[in-house]
């Protein structure tokens, strides 16, 4: 178990582990990008943009200085969208000692470079350290209420694993180790772009058939990617995978889910994009996710759709026809 954490990124998620963390008695620092912004978060005890009514532990440190943040720490967790990711580790890289092991919580895929998250890391920290990705259904405002909730942890080693796995377990938040961090990260990339596609049907009251098929058809475009990728079978059935997945495309929290029900509403999507102060992960990822699927030659009828809707101007009747008329074939 690790005793001395820092987080860096200040949003909801990061918000959620640092409660975690602290509640186990395991001293916490907490970094953000904009020091002004992290100012607020700590005179207020509470993030208001990212998880207002929830007060932060009283014993959880801020410290907006990047050297300082990194002081003493034995884990340090990254916590910061994913198309932000490489500019912030630059940006903290001279401050990051060689032997610290770090653990992602970023769900997505980097436009440029078509990289996971861990993959971005070690692009800028170098492939000697260890890296590890913490997923599955973690809605965070759940979790901060203190509803159960699961999730799993892959590392490029079996132990960092299980040291994370003990570091974050509690009695309302249950972690289980994987083996396979290529296919726990690229299911927490993709399920974003599916959860825009469970929003749009919300949104135009498509029904619970519709939502249905979604998931289990979206699960499988989750699958033949992360397959050709390299990925495990069975973590797609599993809390990152299957999940995950479930979780995103119900909630009423959801991000990605919003964005898509305001779309299917009928809002362009620069507009529902604006509707909120949050990262709509999936909105960027659909990007990555096309040209992984392009790269690899691996069919994504769904995420073309989704793609097609936002960044193309398609309207949602036309797309779903789309998909309603391929050439029929077996399951």
Same mark, same amino acid.
């Given at each position: 178990m690790f005793s001395n954490i820092t987080i860096?990124?200040?949003?909801?998620?990061?918000?959620?582990?640092?409660?975690?963390?602290?509640?186990?008695g395991l001293h916490v620092t907490m970094w953000g990008y904009d020091a002004q912004q992290l100012k607020e978060i700590a005179s207020h005890r509470e993030n208001k943009k990212f998880l207002p009514g929830y007060k932060l532990p009283p014993v959880l440190v801020f410290e907006p200085d990047d050297e300082?943040?990194?002081?003493?720490?034995?884990?340090l967790v990254s916590a910061v969208p994913c198309q932000f990711t490489r500019r912030v580790w630059q940006r903290l890289?001279?401050?990051?000692?060689?032997?610290?092991?770090?653990?992602?919580?970023?769900?997505?895929?980097?436009?440029?470079?078509?990289?996971?998250?861990?993959?971005?890391?070690?692009?800028?920290?170098?492939?000697s350290r260890e890296f590890a990705a913490l997923s599955g259904p973690t809605i965070a405002d759940e979790i901060a209420s203190g509803k159960p909730a699961t999730a799993c942890v892959a590392g490029s080693d079996e132990q960092l694993a299980k040291d994370i796995q003990q570091t974050f377990n509690s009695s309302h938040f249950r972690v289980y180790t994987n083996d396979d961090i290529i296919g726990v990260e690229l299911c927490g990339a993709v399920k974003n772009v599916i959860a825009i596609a469970a929003g749009i049907i919300d949104g135009i009251n498509g029904g619970d058939n519709a939502k249905a098929a979604l998931v289990s058809r979206g699960l499988a475009e989750i699958k033949r990617l992360g397959l050709a990728m390299g990925a495990k079978e069975k973590t797609f059935s599993g809390l990152a995978g299957l999940g995950d997945l479930v979780t995103t495309c119900i909630s009423p929290h959801g991000r990605n889910r919003s964005f898509g029900e305001r779309i299917g509403t009928g809002q362009s999507a620069a507009d529902a994009l604006? /509707?909120?102060?949050?990262? $709509? &992960?999936?909105?960027? *990822?659909?990007?990555?996710?096309?040209?992984? /699927?392009?790269?690899?030659? $691996? &069919?994504?009828?769904? *995420?073309?759709?989704?793609?097609?809707v936002i960044t193309q101007g398609r309207s949602v009747p036309d797309a779903i026809n789309d998909l309603m008329s391929r050439e029929l074939k077996a399951e």
């Open positions: 860096i990124g200040d949003g909801g998620m990061g918000s959620v582990c640092a409660m975690l963390l602290c509640h186990k300082k943040a990194m002081a003493g720490a034995s884990l890289k001279e401050h990051v000692p060689n032997e610290i092991p770090i653990v992602s919580i970023t769900k997505g895929i980097e436009n440029e470079t078509m990289l996971r998250p861990t993959e971005i890391l070690a692009d800028v920290l170098g492939t604006t /509707a909120t102060q949050s990262v $709509v &992960e999936g909105a960027a *990822t659909c990007e990555s996710v096309l040209a992984l /699927a392009d790269k690899l030659k $691996v &069919e994504m009828p769904i *995420t073309h759709a989704i793609h097609s």
